[in-house]
């Protein structure tokens, strides 16, 4: 995976000079200038903060609440192995996206790729689903506030109060600087890691029938319940909520956009995400399945209030105090999750606007390095969706919300390996010895993340269509329920094909795609800085990996 990493090597602090490519943030020797005047992105995120951010990143609603809506309509087989099929989706995702990313780390990561590798039109629809996809992540993870605050408030407060406190809690974060920012994102993904392994080992614990109830779980919920329930459409849905939990992944490469060194950050982030959602995210969803009957009134969508399967398990076995810090953890998850999503939401508009694919205008950044105008335009329509789920049909709205987030990451998956074969062939067509650099970074094993991560899609593709035609509950097809779950899709491909009818645009050949704009080679420093890692002792390396300070 790596290049050289012997301690002397010469250091090539010289970078390459810019050619044309409108609109895109330029990387030389670490500082960022913009050519057209829209203000520079700061390179303020430290390796450690990208750090704690990625492997806390995405544990949220998804893993905390949706987990119940998945084992209540597919069971604990459809749970398990859902969610689990899109963990391996997930590490070929980072696998493909990271050599990209390290050799052009622009905040605007996949579309800027899809732009200079394949076609503008692609990069627009593609952005545009992102963008809404994320933005819709703001929404519904507003909605489960609502939901988990009220197992203390018992519906006495409107639910309107919970949405517009959450909302300016959001907000107000990114009035303040980027390193506010970065400060919230690192305390709350440190207490969220520590509270999955707090519950991981209260639910081993509680298999062997620790608590006051003293049950001991023998597997009955996988005995006495169908595994499988609702056949491939609980499969389906637990697959498609398996990607709405733990999202694209181009989190971490955005951020590589910001951070002060791309090359360490995002070569950590490929192994560590990975290994952070099989390893925490799978456990935990192994012991729910066994800890939590499918049937259970509380699980979300079921007759009862709300609650998380979480703190279903501790309930059952009679532990206090316990899930009320569970449920703020909870809490404090999915507000962080929801400022990840103006996060990215903001900066795939702004690169968007930076490519010339929207107004220009959107692309301004302030002094402090926030894009204020992307910023103020996502969460202007993530407060509009949020409160859209307080109309009659505020169920209808979430599932859409769900539906626009899920079938469009899966989407962005397939964009992301048509731009790596894309990126492969500009390298070879131009002779480019991107991989012989200092410390270059390349896919481990290409192209078999790119492959697999295409098959996995294509999986979530099929369960897209099939549960859109036969949703559980609905005996015959339904053109409202096809689009409701297709509805990413549909985005995308009518964004892109619109966009290339509308301005003609051309599929990059591999001979002249742009392989210099926003390239990032090694100054001194950071070599010195990746020798000095690299020659410390295989333990010492494993230790930053999970260093949580």
Known sequence: MMGKSEKDISPQTKS???????????????????????????????????????????IGSGLFIATGKALRSGGPG??????????TCVWAALQTLSEMTIAFPVSGNFIDYADRFVDPALAFGAGFAEWLGWTAVVASEATFFSVIINYWANEKVHEAVWLSVFLVLCGGIFLLSN????????????????????????????????????????GETWRDYPVFLNGFKGFANSALLGIWAM????????????????RYSMAHATKLV?????????????????????????????????ASPFVIALDHAGIKGLPDFLNV????????????????????????AAQGLIPSFIARVDSTGRPRWAVAITVMVAVILTYMNLSATGTTVFTWLVSITSSSFFIVWFVICITSWRFRAALKAQNDQLFTEVYAHRTWAW????????????VLLVSCIYIGLYPIGVSTPSVYYFFEYMIGVVIVLTFTIGYKIIYKTKIRDP???????????????????LNEYYSRSTLKRFWTYVQLW
Request: hydrophobic content about 45%.
């Open 247 to 262: 999202g694209d992944q181009v989190f971490t490469g955005i951020m590589g956009g910001e951070a002060k060194s791309p």
């Open 329 to 352: 953890v909870i809490m404090i998850g999915i507000a962080a999750i929801a400022v990840e999503s103006i996060y990215i939401s903001s900066r795939v508009l702004r690169a968007m």
């Open 16 to 58: 390459p000079l810019p050619s044309e490519h409108e609109g895109v943030t330029y990387v030389v020797g670490g500082e960022e200038e913009e050519r057209h005047g829209n203000g520079e992105l700061r390179r303020n995120l430290s390796r450690r903060l990208i750090h704690i951010i990625s492997l806390g990143s995405q």
């Open 511 to 529: 001979k002249t795609a742009d392989l210099k704009t926003g390239r990032r080679t090694l100054g001194k420093e950071e070599i010195d800085m």
């Open 447 to 458: 192209p078999i993340p790119v492959v697999w991560l295409f098959a996995g899609s294509t």
């Open 179 to 218: 390193k506010w920012w970065g400060y919230f994102e690192y305390a709350a993904s440190v207490l969220k890691i520590l509270a999955l392994i707090i519950f991981i080992l209260a639910g081993f614990a509680m298999i062997l029938g620790a608590g006051p109830t003293g049950k001991k779980h023998t």
């Open 78 to 87: 459809s749970l398990v192995l859902g969610y689990g099929m899109v963990c």
């Open 274 to 306: 990975p290994i952070r959602v099989s390893v925490t995210f799978m456990l935990s969803i192994a012991f729910i399945s066994i800890l939590v009957p499918e049937d259970d009134p509380r699980l979300f969508g079921g007759s009862d209030t709300a």
